[in-house]
């Protein structure tokens, strides 16, 4: 039976998918469903209206929303939604995601985005965040969360190895 899913992954162009992908595959690591879609506030309005107003409705519970640049998605989004939003400042060519950055974490007061790190890792974290807040309500989710932790701590080895 197909369920729908809880999480979404929006972003503002193919382009930051290489990026976005992380987040899809940590989700995809702790067996969570998730919904990925293009949506631009700059390039598609019409198509980040219909997305963000009727994503509740929808059954989404978290949204994981990274654009580049100018990133205004994840606060557009965080505008009509009252559920959690969490920004990925995608690394930008000529500012290195600075502006991305920038873009996503200074919201004002009221309208929160949860904002993660630039680039890959921001992806990441976004993804296992997301899934934590599921885990709050799903024990079993819990259990994968620990479990990652648990794999994550046993592949650091104790001795750097020689790289040369
Ligand atoms: N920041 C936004 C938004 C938005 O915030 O709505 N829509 C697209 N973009 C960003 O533009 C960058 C370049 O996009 P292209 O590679 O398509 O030119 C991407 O990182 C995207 O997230």
Redesign the pocket.
């Known amino acids: 039976m197909l369920t729908q899913p809880q999480i979404a992954i929006v ?6 998918w290489p990026t976005m992908r992380l987040a899809a595959e940590t989700l995809e690591a702790l067996e969570v469903e998730y919904e990925a879609r293009i949506v ?4 598609t309005p019409e198509r980040l209206f219909e997305f963000a107003s009727n994503a509740r409705a929808e059954g989404f519970k978290v949204i994981i929303a990274g ?7 994840p606060g ?1 989004i965080a505008a009509m939604t009252p559920l959690p939003v969490f920004g990925v400042p ?1 690394r ?1 060519k000529s500012l290195n995601g600075q502006d991305s950055l920038l873009s996503i974490v200074q919201m004002p007061g009221g309208i929160p985005v949860g904002t993660l790190a630039i680039g890959e890792p921001g992806a990441i974290n976004a993804a296992l965040i997301a899934a934590a807040v599921l885990a709050l309500f799903d024990d079993d989710l819990a259990d994968r969360l620990d479990r990652y932790r648990a794999r994550q701590t046993a592949a650091v080895p104790l001795f750097p190895a020689d790289t040369e």
Request: proline share 0%; aromatic share 0%; net charge neutral.
């Open positions: 972003m503002g162009s193919q382009s930051d631009s506030a700059h390039r654009a580049g640049g100018a990133a205004h998605l557009m995608v930008s």
